[in-house]
């Protein structure tokens, strides 16, 4: 018996989780992304964390994601930098 993922109605706030090294540039990066594929989020609602020896970071991007198509172009791009080990 096959069970189908639950669909996501559109729109919805839709954290996204993108983890990689600590530097400005993958700050800058993963913003400048989220700007150009979800303009408006907030970011005052963003949270960025780092790892226990600060080799790494994660930030938590929370928008309002309009279709699965654009979550896929946010993370084909987020994906592309080289800068980013993973999108949860």
Not at 6 to 34: H, M, Q
Not at 36 to 59: C, E, L, M
């Amino acid at each position: 018996m096959s069970v189908d993922p639950p669909k996501i109605i559109f729109p919805c706030p839709y954290p996204i989780k993108v983890l990689g090294r600590a530097d400005d540039a993958f700050r800058v990066t993963v913003l400048s992304i989220f700007d150009r594929y979800a303009p408006g989020f907030s970011r005052d609602n963003v949270v960025i964390k780092d790892s226990k020896k600060g080799t790494f970071q994660s930030i938590t991007v929370t928008i309002e994601a309009q279709s699965e198509a654009q979550l896929r172009l946010i993370h084909q791009e987020l994906m592309g930098t080289g800068l980013v080990s993973m999108v949860i």
